[in-house]
């Protein structure tokens, strides 16, 4: 009688752990990898998974790798959540990928992380702006660099690093000098003779590489740049002398955004996880972690007198390019930099 009760008393706990393991939904999040995936694992994807019994499944890859993922499965989306860059996500939206985001609002959510009908959300902001090596600076009685029109000063010819076009911090510097010329995204060639006439001749290098951009910095090569606010803090916080502005005509937004992959059957928990990811206590550790600036107006971060974080009014007026205008013409842009910019 005993072994009967215990072998009942097993198959009661074997069931009970089947029907739980069945019950647990499976959740495919799409996303950057480097220290954004370590903290997504470590720090954001636990206290959901736990919450809604679920197993979340992460494929780490830069936003041009997941749209391209996106793209192949087209017919049998594997990907649930989508997180991508702010150019790449355009794209992602226009060919039919991303579902609207239900119960956004800008009383909670910054417009500038808003994109048209809610198809995709900012997960975090970064500025783009001038980076300065405040050390050579003070030894050489320079003022800090307040402007966009700063990079054509002469006295920094050599010392200016710019990424290339190919890269969204030196799209930005592109249509700046494009709208303060009388242009725009729609009329990009005022852009180009700046960079031409004016920019160019102050480029040491244009420079894609994270890495290579600090070491230019840190060899005294480089002492002034065009860079993201989350890229400044990483380099300040290993204690580098550096310093980042918002030009006093506007940084650029650079956004880290998110949206649920548009399929027959979504899934459920897609809407739910987003909704998670722009709460006030994970917009914190992404601020903290990241150097994002948070999209929820309701996140309390403390701002880095180093590296003046995108939050309150930094973040309201961040400028935000015209990314339909530009993904049509990008390729032909970066085809016409290489020929013209950097020959």
Known sequence: MVKLLAV???????????????????????GYGGSFEEIMRSDIFPPFAKEHNAKLV??????????????AQK?????????????????????????????ISDEDIYKTARYKDDKAVAIGLVATGIMYNKKIFEEKKWDPPTSWHDLTDPKY???????PLNNTYGLHALV???????????NIDPGFKAFEEKVGPNVLVYEPSPGKMTELFSSGQASIAVWGSS????????????????????????????????????????????????SPSVQEIMAKAQG???????????????VPLPIGDRAANLLVLDWDTVNQHRQEWNTRWVREIER
């Open 292 to 306: 994002f600036g948070p999209v929820n107006k309701n996140a309390k971060v403390k701002d880095d007198p180093r």
């Open 176 to 186: 700046q000098f494009a709208r303060a010329n009388g242009g725009g995204e729609k």
């Open 75 to 103: 017919s049998n989306q594997q990907i649930d959540v989508a997180i991508i860059d702010d150019g790449p996500m355009y794209q992602a939206i226009a060919l039919g990928f991303c579902s609207p985001i239900q119960g």
């Open 231 to 278: 890229r400044v803090k990483a380099f300040a916080d290993t204690g580098f002398p550096v310093g980042f502005v918002y030009p006093k005509e506007g940084a650029y937004a650079l956004l880290a955004s998110v949206c649920p992959v548009n399929k027959p059957e979504p899934n459920p928990l897609a809407q739910t996880f987003i909704q998670y990811l722009i």
């Open 8 to 30: 009942l008393a097993a198959a009661t706990l074997a069931a009970a752990y089947s029907s739980s393991a069945a019950a647990q939904q499976e959740l495919v999040v799409a």
């Open 157 to 163: 010819k050599g010392h200016l690093v710019i990424p």
């Open 58 to 71: 992460y494929v780490a890859g830069n936003s041009t790798n997941t749209v391209a993922k996106l793209q």
